[in-house]
Every structure is written in C-alpha cells, then in structure tokens.
C-alpha cells in the first residue's frame, strides 16, 4: 500500500512492536509521556497542552478531548472513572482492533495520564466480546504494567494510583453511545439516557466519568512528548492530527490507512486504495457506517475532516470507508443501514423504534418496484422528524444514510419507481431475464428447465420468456450455452 | 422462551461457583451471563434463574439483560455453529448470497438448528476482518473470501 501520504500516530507501534513484550513499548519511549505528565507537568499544564493540541475525539462525534477532560477535573468527587470505549460498532470498521492488538500498552499509557489529568484511580476498557485476541493482549498488558509498577500505587514514585479493569460488550451497537455503555458496564441493559447530566457529572456508579475512544486514547503519548504545536501543525484549520480508516468494499488495497486530516478522498482512494476493483467505475464511498452518508464523485476532491464531511451530508464516524462501484445499487445500500437501525434500536424512544422500521418499510417496498413519488416525500418527512425528536445519537443519525443518497442518487430512486429498473440489477423484484433472438439458437434447454415454465419457442426458433410468469431464479442464464440470455 | 432441562448437580455447583468469582455482584451480571454462556453453550431459563437467586436481582431483570444483547442466546446453537459475517464490508462483497446458500443447503433459517444438532445459522455484525470479506465463521475458524459456490466445500469439511 502506497506509504508517501500515508504519516502513523496513532498506529506509530502497529506491526513494529511486539505487544505482548512491554520491553519494546518502552524502548520506543512508552511510558515517558507518563512520567512527563506526573513528574514535570502537573494536571492544570496537561490539560492546558491537550487543549492547544486541538485533538478531537476520534469516536465518531469530534468533540475536544482537552475540553472533556477540563470539565472532568473540575468536578469534584470521592471517585472518578476513566472508560475506554472499545466497543467498534460500525459494521466496516477495525481500526480500533487494530490498535488494541498491535499496541496495548498505548492505550493503557494514555488512560493513566487522562486518569492523573481529572482526578481519576480506576480505569475501564469497554471492549466487544466479539474481539478475543484484542481481549487477551489487553490482559497481558496489564499485568505487565502492573509488574512494572507502571499501574498500582505510587506510580514514578508519586502519590498517584491508578489501575484498569475490563469490562465486555455482548453484542449492542447501540452501547458504543456512551450513556448507554456506562449502563451496560453496570450490568444493565445498554439503554442510552437523556444528556444532560453528562458522563462527565455523572456516569459510572453516578460518578464522573470521563469516556473516550481507543484512536483518541493511542494519540496522546506522542502528543504529550512532542507537543501541542507539533500536533497543531498536522492536519486541518479545524481537525489537527491524522485519522486512521479502515479501508474496504470495491477497492484493490483493502486495509487500514493513517491520514493527516485535509487529505481528499480521492487520495485515499486512488493512490493508497489503488483504485476500484477489476478496472470498474467507482460510485459512492461511504463513510460514519449506519449513521453516515454515501458520498459520490463530485466529493472526490473534498479534505477529509469533521466539518467537510458533516457538510457533505456524511460524517467522520470511527473511521469505517467502504467503496462502491457500478454494481452496488444506492437504494438497496440505503435498504442495507435501515435494517442494521432497525435491529439495533434500542426501543426506548418512538422515533427511533417506530420511524426506522416505517423508513425500512418503504424502501423496500421501492427496491420490490412498488414503490411511488409520494412515498420519496415521505422517506425524506419522515427522516427528518426522527433526526429531530430520536433520544439518542443512534436515532438522531440514522436517517443519514437515506437522506444522503436521496441527495446524491435520485436518479436511482426514480429509475426504481418510475421505470421499475435497477441499473445495478441488485434488486432481484426488478430483474428481467432476456432472451437475445440473434444468438438464441432454439436449443430448448432454457424452456426444460424453467421451474415455472415461463419460456415458450419452438425448436431451432428464436425463444422468450414470459415476465408475468418468470420468478427470476436465473436457472436459464445459468443452462444456456450459447450467452443468449442476459440480466437486465 | 427456552426449553426445559434439569441442570445436573455438578453443573449447578460450577454456575454458582462462577457467581461467587465475581462476589455475587449484581453489577457483574454481563460478566457472569459470559462465563455462564461459554459453560452451558447456551442461557436456557434454568441457568437464568440461578443466577437471578445467586445475585439476589429479578428473574425478569436478568431475562431483560439477556434478551437484550444479541450475543446471549437461549436456544442451544449447533455442534459447529455457523456464522455468516453481514457487516457492510462483506455485505457489499456479497455475502447476502453466501448466507442464501447455506440456508439452501442445510434447510433451516437465521437463528436455526438443523434435526441433527450438527450446525446452526446465525448471522454477525462485523468481525473486524473485512479486508477478507465475505467471511464466514465456523466455531472459531475463519473463512475468508467466502463464494456462494464456496459453501459445499465448507460444509463437507464438517460432514466427514
Ligand atoms: C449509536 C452510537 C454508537 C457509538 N459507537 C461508538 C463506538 O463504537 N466507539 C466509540 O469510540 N464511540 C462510539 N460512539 C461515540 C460515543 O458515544 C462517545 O462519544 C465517544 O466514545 C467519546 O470518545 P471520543 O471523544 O474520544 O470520541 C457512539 C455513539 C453513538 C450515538
Ligand atoms: S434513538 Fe433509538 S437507540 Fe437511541 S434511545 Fe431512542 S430507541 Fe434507543
Ligand atoms: S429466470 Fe427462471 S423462471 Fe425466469 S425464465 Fe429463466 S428459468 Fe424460467
């Protein structure tokens, strides 16, 4: 994969270390950041630094990380919590994985300085029970940690504590919101609540809680030893640093990717992806998973940062990017979130529950053909409302994928009511099998094995297929030796 | 909800026994359902109940915790339990079409166990492995790059 654009912060370690050994995070100067922040800075300096560094929360919502941890500090309680949000939810992406198994102890670094930052003794790592060898690194560095005197008490010799436990998901998408995460490490159902009060004031056993993703956690050890002006000068105005993506779908280079924000998209796809698979046209990219949007060719030349993006009618989310080319019918992609949504709404609020399963309803009735010019009125109505009145962030965006391709792909929808096609022949109500008469040569063998007998022709004459009866199961596409038929 | 079964005295010590590791702390009902899980395969009512009376919560709160995470499950999956990967990575590489032919071949739905007890279907939201995609799991193996036409060949490998 191509490297020149490519700059690793948050992946400085990945497949350069071994993580298992903590002898090699150390001698490629982990735990200095540590030392720096408990024997040089003090918390008022680090929090200062992480605030000048302009690094904004890389789960998905870009929210200033100094700023967070400001607003920890200043709440004052017997006890404090550092969470890790390791809960990757958006079905595409594997960067934070990624992180956990290539350089645990990253992680781990950064939750104890954020933990001596705000005041906090106990960390917790949400991770999914779906990660087992993420799960398993974790533990070993801790416990190396732990031997090190690097977790425990009395860290560097000073009067500050600090140790981390792990807590695990079992399948809730919904619980990378975090309201919902902390109820779910509480050993309860992972329902969001309402914010205010946030974590911040009130989180874990009701008590400060400072939450924040695994890439924002792996950025700040280089950030604490080289600085907030050296982090400053990469990236964006307004989005400093790198953003690691998880490249997939259509694309020759599949993997993960590091970036300075303000890289376009068609850098990222074209010289570090290589390009769509098999020589064919690219289409959409999308980007934030369920709660973002499919963005088209004329964003190719858009910077990637948080506010391009949401301007674009997408999002940053975790990082997730999968490509689509030609073959992919944007109706059907749509189709594709609305189902995710609709599994994984919690059910708590009516809009959410209600209005995704009705927004589903109706694209599927278009992807069958069925569908009407009303009904593009009411998707996008209806999107709207429940971007407007969802309880919680899953809710509040997962229109997005609907809105967006309405704006970028109308033509695909109209095409789906108006003349019952799909171009991308995905939607098998919509798929015609045809014969060709010029290179039919009345074989027969279509008509012998039609299940429904839909075809008719004498022998050696030019056969058709009767669409009013045909159930489109390809049986004779698959028979005919002569590429007569064709899918249209 | 589940089918009845008698959980044998060995196995109720040993579900209790997992209870007291986590100090019967009703806050670690996730953790407990885990290990409960990998013991039993499954979260048949019986096993709930134990451990609503062991970390002294509701019957109805531990089922609501179960019934609410997807990767709890009440119903005992098969011997080798198949997993199709539907995550949007795979999705758009097609493995819509993969889960289709293993419902053909084994005749059973989403969710489902065949006659034999020897595989069931169920589906996943990403493994983190998309650059694979599609990818199926069997147990814990992995297959990537998973064709439609690729199905037999995965499920012959268990028949023998
Ligand atoms: C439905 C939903 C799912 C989310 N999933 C994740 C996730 O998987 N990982 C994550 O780090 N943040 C996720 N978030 C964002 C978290 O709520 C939270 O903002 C984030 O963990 C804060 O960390 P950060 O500031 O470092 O990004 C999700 C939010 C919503 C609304
Ligand atoms: S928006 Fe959806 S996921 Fe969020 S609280 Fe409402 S029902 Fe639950
Ligand atoms: S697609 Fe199937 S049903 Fe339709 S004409 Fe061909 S064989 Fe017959």
Redesign the pocket.
């Known amino acids: 994969m191509a490297t020149h654009k490519q700059l690793r912060i948050a992946l400085r370690n990945c497949g350069v270390i071994d993580p298992e050994k903590i002898t090699d995070y150390i001698e490629r100067d982990g735990y200095s950041a540590l030392a720096k922040v408990i024997n040089e800075l003090g918390t008022v300096r680090t929090i200062d630094l992480m605030k000048k560094s302009g690094l904004r ?5 870009g ?1 200033p ?1 100094g700023l ?1 941890w400001e607003i920890a500090s200043k709440n004052y309680a017997d006890q404090k919590y550092v969470v890790c ?1 390791a ?4 079905p595409g992406a594997f960067m934070d994985r990624s992180v956990l198994e290539g350089d645990p102890h990253s992680v781990i670094e950064a939750m104890a300085i954020c933990g001596f930052s705000i005041g906090a003794t106990k960390g917790l790592v949400y991770i999914r029970a779906e990660y087992p060898l993420a799960i398993e690194r974790l533990k070993i560095a801790i416990n190396q940690a732990r031997e090190y005197g690097l977790l425990g008490k009395n860290i560097f010799g000073s009067d500050f504590d600090f140790d981390i436990e792990l807590r695990y998901g079992a399948g809730a ?2 619980c ?3 309201t919902a995460l902390i109820h779910s490490m509480e050993g309860k159902r992972g329902e969001p609540t309402v914010k205010p009060p946030f974590p911040a004031e009130s989180g874990y056993l009701e008590k400060p809680t400072n ?3 695994v890439e ?1 956690f792996a950025n700040i050890p280089p950030i604490i030893l080289k600085g907030a002006e050296w982090f400053a000068s990469i990236g964006s105005e307004k989005s400093k640093g790198t953003k690691v993506f998880a490249l997939a779908g259509k694309i020759n280079n599949v993997g993960l990717i590091e970036v300075p924000m303000g890289t376009t998209l068609r850098e990222v796809i074209y010289d570090i992806g290589g390009g769509i698979k098999d020589g064919k046209e690219f289409k959409a990219v999308q980007t934030g998973g369920p709660s973002g949007g499919c963005l088209t060719k004329k964003h190719l030349d858009t910077a990637i940062d948080y506010d391009n993006l949401i301007a674009a009618g997408s999002m940053m989310g ?1 990082g997730g990017m999968v490509v689509m080319d030609e073959d992919d019918c944007m109706v059907s992609i749509a189709k594709f979130y609305l189902e995710f949504t609709v599994e994984e709404s919690c059910g708590k609020c009516t809009p959410c529950r209600i209005g995704n399963k009705r927004l589903f309803e109706i694209l599927e009735k278009i992807t069958e053909g069925k569908g009407t010019m009303e009904d593009l009125d009411k998707l996008r109505n209806l999107s709207n409302t429940i971007k407007d009145t969802a309880l ?3 809710g509040q965006t997962s229109p997005n994928p609907v809105l967006s391709t309405m704006d970028n792909f109308m033509d695909e929808y109209l095409e789906h009511i108006n003349e019952k096609r799909c171009r991308a022949s995905q939607c098998k109500a919509l798929t015609r099998y045809i014969i060709d008469a010029e290179q039919c040569t009345g074989c027969t063998i279509c008509a012998r094995n039609c299940p429904v007998n839909a075809i008719k022709g004498e022998r050696k004459q030019p056969h058709t297929i009767n669409q009013d009866i045909c159930i489109k199961c390809g049986v004779c596409y698959e028979k005919c030796k002569f590429n007569a038929i064709s899918v249209k | 909800m589940a089918a009845k079964i008698k959980i044998p005295e060995r196995k109720l010590q040993e579900l209790k026994d997992i209870c007291k590791s986590f100090n019967n702390e009703k806050g670690e009902l996730i953790n407990v359902l885990h290990k409960a899980q990998s013991s039993f395969g499954y979260l048949p009512a019986e096993v709930q109940e134990v451990i609503a009376q062991e970390l002294n919560v509701s019957v109805a709160h531990v089922f609501g915790v179960v019934s609410f995470y997807t990767f709890f499950t009440m119903k005992p999956k098969g011997e080798f339990p198949i997993s199709v990967c539907l995550g949007t990575a795979c999705y758009v590489r097609g493995a819509e079409k993969v889960l289709e032919e293993f419902k053909k071949h084994l005749k059973i739905q989403v969710g489902e166990t065949t006659a034999d007890g020897k595989f069931s279907i169920s589906c996943l939201r990403c493994v983190g492995a998309c650059g694979l995609a599609p990818v199926v799991m069997v147990g814990d193996k992995v297959y990537g790059r998973v064709a439609p036409e690729g199905v037999k060949d995965i499920l012959a490998e268990y028949n023998g």
């Open positions: 929360g890389r789960g998905g919502g929210f990380t967070k949000n809960d990757e939810g958006d998408f919904v990378g919101e975090e939450v924040n993703n924002t975790s919680c962030g899953l």
